[in-house]
DNA sequence: AACTCGGGGCA
DNA sequence: TGCCCAGAGTT
């Protein structure tokens, strides 16, 4: 594993990299970026932007979710994945937002977390982005990036390399950090294509150095 | 821990 | 046309 001072090092360079790291999801308040973020699992920010530009013409408040059927909420984000429980997901959060909590977006990650749809990543996307409260987001990006690197062990759960990189980064940095991560991985430390030949983090990288050698000896192989 | 839900984007 | 993308919930 990586000590803390390398850690921070690596962070320094993923934000030279991508010094506009920023949340991609469109929204202008809580509520809205609570719909996108649900949205957005399992699927790209940008189709998940696609869809709310209308969305958030249409619907405005919880009570103009509920107000529609079912089909119809599901026939406006037909073009995600998974439509159909995302929709039964907005309609049954809605409620509970109006029921329990004055129909206002709770700005507790483990209040956030009792809502269907929202899971810890979820969750800690909201808290932090609308509300500014320190939090890391592990999504897949946070984990592939964080295990090759080595910022935390390969074996690690999910909660495992949240739990260890809150211990390893400052608390004000934790925000900043999830974006660059994120960043760093959809556009460098690519899942099938990495592009370790020209990483300014190879020389610490592990899995790199690893990759590296496996490239050689099926080139090797090949002759 | 493994499986399921799913359409869009790209080769 | 078939693989890749990328979380929550369930068993």
Redesign the pocket.
């Known amino acids: 594993m990586l000590t803390k001072q390398q850690i921070r090092y690596c962070l320094d360079k993923m934000g030279e990299m991508f010094p506009d790291a920023h949340c991609e999801l469109v929204h202008k308040n809580p509520f809205e970026l609570l719909i996108a973020v649900v949205l957005?699992?399992?699927?790209?920010d940008?189709?998940v932007n696609?869809v709310t530009k209308h969305l958030f013409e249409k619907y405005k408040t919880p009570e103009d979710y509920l107000a529609v059927p079912l089909e119809e909420l599901q026939q406006d984000i037909?073009?995600?994945?998974?439509?159909?429980?995302?929709a039964k997901?907005i309609q049954k959060l809605c409620a509970i937002l109006l029921e329990n909590y004055n129909g206002e977006v709770p700005n507790d990650r483990d209040e956030l977390?009792k809502?269907?749809?929202?899971?810890?990543?979820?969750?800690n996307v909201v808290v932090s982005v609308a509300f500014g409260v320190p939090a890391i987001a592990v999504?897949?990006?946070v984990e592939r990036v964080s295990k090759r690197l080595g910022f935390c062990r390969w074996k690690d759960?999910v909660l495992e390399v949240e739990e260890t990189l809150m211990r390893k980064i400052p608390k004000e940095e934790w925000s900043i950090t999830h974006h660059r991560m994120i960043f760093f991985?959809?556009y460098h430390c690519?899942?099938?294509a990495p592009q370790c030949d020209r990483c300014p983090l190879f020389d610490l990288c592990r899995e790199g150095k690893k990759r590296m050698r496996q490239r050689g000896e099926s080139r090797a192989r090949a002759k």
């Open positions: 957005s699992a399992q699927c790209t940008a189709l696609k037909r073009s995600i994945g998974l439509y159909r429980n995302k997901n977390m809502l269907p749809g929202v899971g810890r990543k979820t969750a999504d897949t990006h759960s991985g959809r690519k899942a099938q």
